[in-house]
Nanobody
Framework: QVQLVESGGDLVQPGGSLRLSCAASGFTVDDYALGWFRQAPGKEREGVSCISPSAGSVDYADSVKGRFTISRDNAKNTVYLQMNSLKPEDTAVYYC????????????????????WGRGTQVTVSS
């Protein structure tokens, strides 16, 4: 049973930082590409970042490059998203998702490849 549980969302001021966690069960995170997506009210869900299996590549949306960092801890079977220099436009529900099959380099734009989703965690950036 594949399960993904996000945590770490909070209210933060512009310029602040948060670290989101995605705890996985039912599979090994090192074997699959995992991505972070976000959705603001009235907007389409968009890709933020993804991390490829094993020592593979990472990918980021242009809007978060240089500010966000994706990583994994295989011992904890958990994927993280470190978010720095947060902006109001980063406000959204953030979702963790797993690619449908193992192996392969990830691209955050390939949303259609992600078929297992967590329930999301709210990030609000406001003064």
């Amino acid at each position: 049973q594949v399960q993904l549980v996000e945590s770490g969302g909070d209210l933060v001021q512009p310029g602040g930082s948060l670290r989101l966690s995605c705890a996985a069960s039912g599979f090994t995170v090192d074997d699959y590409a995992l991505g972070w997506f976000r959705q603001a009210p009235g907007k389409e869900r968009e890709g933020v970042s993804c991390i490829s299996p094993s020592a593979g590549s990472v990918d980021y949306a242009d809007s978060v490059k240089g500010r966000f960092t994706i990583s994994r801890d295989n011992a904890k079977n958990t994927v993280y998203l470190q978010m720095n220099s947060l902006k109001p436009e980063d406000t959204a529900v953030y979702y963790c998702a797993r690619r449908f099959a193992p192996s392969g380099q990830c691209k955050v734009s390939r949303r259609y490849e992600y078929v297992y989703w967590g329930r999301g965690t709210q990030v609000t950036v406001s003064s």
